[in-house]
């Protein structure tokens, strides 16, 4: 599960609030950050997590696609790892 930071950032990247605590009462928002709702902050914690399964398995498929290719060419990862690649 996302913790509160994960979740800040995910829905502020550039920052611009200041978190005492991990409640959303506790978020102090600065005059150039736009400010989210409470349900917005609660509903991020799904929403992140739902990004990370998706960024993870991407990161799978690629890492599948990448080895497949290596063997297409009769390659594996530690062929490539003993040549310093």
Avoid: H
């Avoid at 605590?21 to 005059?31: D, H, L, N, S």
């Avoid at 509903?43 to 739902?50: I, L, S």
């Avoid at 993870?56 to 060419?73: D, I, N, P, R, S």
């Amino acid at each position: 599960m996302a913790s509160p930071e994960q979740v800040l950032l995910f829905l502020r990247p550039n920052g611009g609030y200041v978190q005492v605590g991990t409640e959303y009462e506790g978020i102090i928002f600065q005059p150039s950050c736009e400010p989210f709702t409470k349900s917005e902050y609660e509903a991020g914690f799904a929403q992140y997590d739902a990004w990370k399964a998706q960024q993870e398995a991407e990161q799978a498929a690629a890492k599948a696609a990448a080895e497949a290719k290596l063997e297409a060419l009769g390659l594996t990862a530690d062929d490539l790892k003993a040549l310093g690649l």
